[in-house]
T-cell receptor, first 113, second 116 residues
């Protein structure tokens, strides 16, 4: 079956712009989580959506937002981009319940110039 | 707050040898889940092995096994018969029981080099 699909794979944006990243989870997975990965900070949790509701949120500024659609697909948006937002953004999906690990997508590499 | 610590930023091992990656975590929960993920240069995070805290038996997946010491809050990964394809970044991860704070917390990772 198809894995977690993230688009686009690479993105270059200018400071001050906004960006939208997309994630299609594995069929049947209703939980979608987003992580930011940087060499210095490692993997940092952004937010988690379940059945179109944000269930959990990490410590990121309000410029970072997300949403989930009825088909479980999710998008995350970053407004007013800063150089420090350059990172690999990973989406992960799972079945509901903590006993399941996540299945990750290949990520979107965002570069802000 | 829960934390996950991987004290070895990098490790090297000779092909076909055995290597152990360390991980410690901090939690006040009694029931939780622990994972090891592998991230090769392709960037795809791959679940290697999973351990449920209420199970005393250590998890094993082919050449990968864990040493889970609940009292010590230690969760190390042993890779036997190391192969070139095992070269990757390895992340230890913790997930609490469900609820509003349900998320996976990752350690900073250990980069594993396999020497031919």
């Amino acid at each position: 079956k198809a894995g977690v699909t993230q688009t686009p794979r690479y993105l270059i944006k200018t400071r001050g712009q906004q960006v939208t990243l997309s994630c299609s989870p594995i069929s049947g997975h209703r939980s979608v989580s987003w992580y930011q990965q940087t060499p210095g900070q490692g993997l940092q949790f952004l937010f988690e959506y379940f059945s179109e509701t944000q269930r959990n949120k990490g410590n990121f500024p309000g410029r970072f937002s997300g949403r989930q659609f009825s088909n479980s697909r999710s998008e995350m948006n970053v407004s007013t981009l800063e150089l420090g937002d350059s990172a690999l953004y990973l989406c992960a999906s799972s079945f509901a319940g903590p006993s399941y690990g996540y299945t990750f997508g290949s990520g979107t590499r965002l570069t802000v110039v | 707050a829960q934390t996950v610590t991987q004290s070895q930023p990098e490790m090297s091992v000779q092909e076909a040898e055995t290597v152990t990656l360390s991980c410690t975590y901090d939690t006040s929960e009694s029931d939780y889940y622990l994972f090891w993920y592998k991230q090769p240069p392709s960037r795809q995070m791959i679940l290697v092995i999973r351990q449920e805290a209420y199970k005393q038996q250590n998890a094993t997946e082919n050449r990968f096994s864990v040493n889970f010491q609940k009292a010590a809050k230690s969760f190390s990964l042993k890779i036997s018969d190391s192969q070139l394809g095992d070269a990757a970044m390895y992340f230890c991860a913790y997930r609490a029981p469900g609820g509003r704070d349900d998320k996976i917390i990752f350690g900073k990772g250990t980069r594993l080099h396999i020497l031919p």
